[in-house]
């Protein structure tokens, strides 16, 4: 992976503006406040980087009904657990930029979000993901291989958006070799309103033939869909890309990589 280090630097750099507002409902001033516009790492939760927009929108509203921070798209909830450029491709084809996103501090939709109280929470599930793909990557030999504090410079690059901090210790989470590639590809196909969609799948078959998107898409029922675009890091891949190749270099930094199925409407 190392001739393709620009292609993963470019991948982590990826940025979505977004015009953050406060809901009308809880705003306590006779004016509602001017939006929050901010560039968003696509690779990042939207509860770990917006620090400044919920301190921001916080002084407009009622201090004794605040709760829970939440965010909305055109009246649906925003997952947060999902990285932010998943959440845009799945919407892409009708936003406009920036992407108009409302902040709710009240009435937080317990039965759709799961709770996010602390960073500590957006930590433990991104390690638990971490630990999720590796042990259908490497059956957890080389999660398990590793020590505290190099768990803990994935979480920090991450959180901190540093590439290098992050890729020193991810490169070897990616590691396989010619004739071993992954035992399964870690992946999650997703769609609005739906669950992500996710099973094991071999990157080649038993005679050692490359398996490519437009394979796994099959197996997985989405190719019986009449009209859908299929969205990865924001892109189009081809149908005929090897998944290996997507998993080395279009996985989010969970290491799980994300299809977007967007359906025509």
Not at 8 to 35: C, K, N, V, Y
Not at 62 to 91: A, C, K, M, S
Not at 93 to 107: A, R, S, Y
Not at 111 to 130: G, N, Q, T, Y
Request: glycine share 4%.
């Amino acid at each position: 992976m190392a001739d393709d280090r620009e292609i993963l630097r470019d991948i982590w750099e990826g940025r979505i503006p977004i015009a953050f507002s406060l809901s009308p409902d809880e705003a306590t001033g006779m004016e509602q406040p001017e939006p929050y516009y901010m560039l968003v790492p696509r690779q990042s939760y939207l509860t770990l980087v917006t620090d400044k927009v919920q301190k921001h929108f916080k002084k407009y509203t009622d201090d004794d009904n605040t709760g829970e921070v939440w965010f909305e798209y055109e009246g649906q909830p925003i997952r947060w657990h999902i990285p932010v450029g998943v959440i845009f491709d799945l919407y892409s084809h009708k936003v406009t930029l920036p992407w108009n996103i409302t902040i709710h501090f009240q009435q937080f939709p317990e039965e759709e979000l799961i709770r996010c109280r602390s960073k500590d929470v957006i930590e433990a599930h991104f390690m638990s993901s971490v630990k999720e793909a590796d042990c259908l990557k490497h059956r957890s030999q080389v999660i398990n291989g590793m020590q505290k504090k190099d768990h803990k410079q994935l979480w920090m690059g991450l959180q901190n958006d540093k590439f290098d901090q992050f890729w020193a210790i991810n490169r070897r989470l990616m590691e396989h070799t010619a004739d071993e590639p992954f035992k399964f590809i870690p992946f999650r196909i997703c769609q609005v309103d739906k669950p992500c969609q996710h099973s094991l799948f071999r990157p080649v078959t038993d005679e050692g033939e490359p398996v490519t998107l437009g394979d796994l898409l099959k197996n997985a029922g989405v190719a019986e869909k009449l009209d859908y675009k299929v969205r990865i890091q924001g892109i189009e891949p081809p149908l005929d890309t090897p998944m290996q190749w997507l998993s080395e270099h279009l996985s989010h930094p969970d290491n799980f990589l994300y299809i977007s199925i967007i359906c025509d409407t």
